[in-house]
């Protein structure tokens, strides 16, 4: 949660600089009606907290009911004993409200194995506030499902990813990027055996490749061996057919990796980019081949400042930067469409600010690139999109290109959480769980049921229209993924919060994790992946 703004009237306080406006908080006729009151310490004066003579009590029950950043900040704002040194192990100077978010940066996978002088660093990049620690951490949970079930629609081929961290794959696997140890196409999800002992915690998928980050902060990756390949490029003829360790990345605690078209990035636990090959005439910052098999650092803006999300698009990158400011969106490579979101469609060699979330009064809190347009999610629930607007995958009611972001006014009575988008396709989830999409309808894959006539296609959708065949499964959706390539028939998965999948669109290949009936390539409407990923 955003510890910075917040919309309406509720007021929003920095959680780095707290006030005492205790007092002002209490009416004249509160501070004039005298009564007797009971204190631990006492004889002590009105207003100290009565489980000030036990700490852990007060560290027990803030921990436990899993307050948010902006809550603890609240808290020491108005009340001295939340704000004054605890004297409380491990550190006797923090408050106890600093105390609270420690220990619950202490309970994630990413933080635990994390040394004394690790953290240090890693609270002043942040901001030099252990809430401003749990925030980042919160931040990157929510918009990429660290740690929780995820689905992965790629291009041709499909990855989910259960609670305790097991892998399933199914679909086309011409180059091994199923992970299976052979070349065989699977039609329903089978495991990775040989990930046993080994807790997955993200997942991202490409055109014939794989990559799995751990919650050990190691990748794997498997298919074509080439971090830079075009779809249908001549390079990286070896395939892996089992999933190996980057070993160039085995010193740097990764947390999310993201393949776009003719690159790849990864981002640390400490919100570091880094960008493997397309690095030819600087187009991320650096120089190198497209066959680099090394990490290269993101220059420029983003390399002192935190990142919790990115996103990769056809050559383009857009990352989600938290800061004690707020939350901002940066952009860099191929502006083609306006997809960088800066207004022109020029290229970006390094980094940019997209500055417009400033001028719409957003908070962006979720960032999707697409193959060739863009989307984002404020902390207001708002819906924002740029880029190549072609078949209405913008959700304007158009086809016209935007170069900024724009709000999806059409969205104006919803609150989204969460936000996908492929080629020419965009989804949308509500806080209800409730789902809308919009775009091409090529392979069927936005879940409507009109049909374009004369074929078994469905109609492009301008503006953004609520799944039915969704909302009757009955179940609230938490996430979804849509094969984001513009050489792949898509498809789209559909997650709810029991961990039941659902998949539709295109199924040559077996990437619906179900065989469909004779002489059908796709299906319209959801059914059940026979999995559970709870």
């Not at 009564?35 to 000030?52: I, N, T, V």
């Amino acid at each position: 949660m955003d510890a910075t703004t917040s919309s309406g009237a509720s007021s929003s306080l920095p959680l780095h600089l707290m006030v005492d406006d205790t007092l002002a908080l209490v009416t004249p006729l509160q501070q004039s009606f005298q009564r007797p009151q009971r204190h631990c310490f006492g004889d002590s004066a009105p207003g100290e907290f009565p489980l000030a003579a036990n700490p852990s009590i007060v560290l027990h029950v803030l921990t436990s009911c899993n307050l948010d950043p902006e809550d603890l900040a609240h808290l020491e704002a108005t009340c001295t004993f939340f704000r004054k040194p605890a004297n409380f192990p491990p550190d006797f100077q923090l408050s106890m409200s600093e105390l609270a978010a420690l220990d619950m940066c202490q309970k994630r996978a990413i933080f635990k194995p994390m040394t004394a002088h690790e953290r240090e660093l890693f609270k002043q990049r942040c901001g030099g506030s252990w809430k401003l620690v749990l925030r980042f951490i919160m931040a990157g949970e929510a918009c990429c499902r660290r740690e929780k079930s995820q689905a992965i629609a790629g291009p041709g081929h499909s990855i989910a990813v259960t609670t305790s961290g097991a892998v399933y794959t199914f679909g086309s696997n011409n180059s091994g990027q199923l992970g299976h140890g052979n070349l065989e196409e699977e039609w329903r999800p089978r495991l990775i055996r040989s990930l046993q002992g080994i807790r997955i915690i993200q997942a991202a998928a490409g055109a014939g490749r794989t990559m799995l980050v751990s919650d050990a902060g190691k990748v794997y990756a498997f298919g074509k061996d080439s971090f830079g390949e075009i779809e249908y490029g001549v390079q990286g003829s070896r395939v892996v057919t089992t999933p190996q360790m980057v070993e160039s990345l085995k010193d740097i605690y990764i947390v999310q990796a993201a393949i776009g078209n003719f690159f790849t990035a990864v981002l640390s636990r400490e919100g570091c980019v880094y960008s493997f090959s397309w690095g030819n005439d600087m187009r991320l910052g650096h120089q190198t081949e497209p066959n680099d098999v090394q990490p290269h650092l993101l220059t420029g803006a983003l390399e002192h400042i935190p990142v919790v999300q990115i996103a990769a698009g056809y050559c383009y990158l857009l990352a989600l930067a938290c800061q004690p400011t707020g939350m901002s969106v940066y952009s860099v490579g191929c502006g083609l469409g306006g997809k960088l979101g800066h207004g022109s469609r020029t290229d970006e060699k390094y980094p940019r600010l997209i500055e417009q979330f400033k001028t719409l009064n957003i908070q962006p809190v979720v960032v999707a690139a697409g193959a060739w347009h863009a989307a984002v999610v404020g902390k207001d629930g708002r819906v924002c999109t740029w880029g190549w607007g072609r078949y209405g995958c913008l959700g304007h009611a158009n086809e016209e290109c935007e170069s900024a972001p724009k709000v999806v006014e059409a969205l104006s009575g919803v609150k989204a959480v969460h936000v996908a988008t492929g080629d020419y396709t965009t989804f949308v989830v509500s806080d209800k769980g409730d789902v809308y999409s919009f775009g091409c309808g090529e392979s069927s894959s936005l879940g409507h049921s009109t049909i374009t006539e004369g074929n078994n296609r469905q109609s492009n959708v301008l503006s953004p229209e609520l799944v039915t065949s969704l909302k009757r499964v009955d179940e609230k959706m938490v996430q979804i993924s849509l094969t984001n390539s513009i050489y792949w028939n898509a498809h789209t998965f559909a997650l709810t919060d029991s961990g039941k999948l659902y998949a539709f669109g295109a199924g040559d290949k077996g990437q619906l994790g179900t065989e469909l009936v004779a002489q059908q390539s796709e299906r319209g409407t959801p059914e059940r992946v026979e999995i559970d990923l709870n």
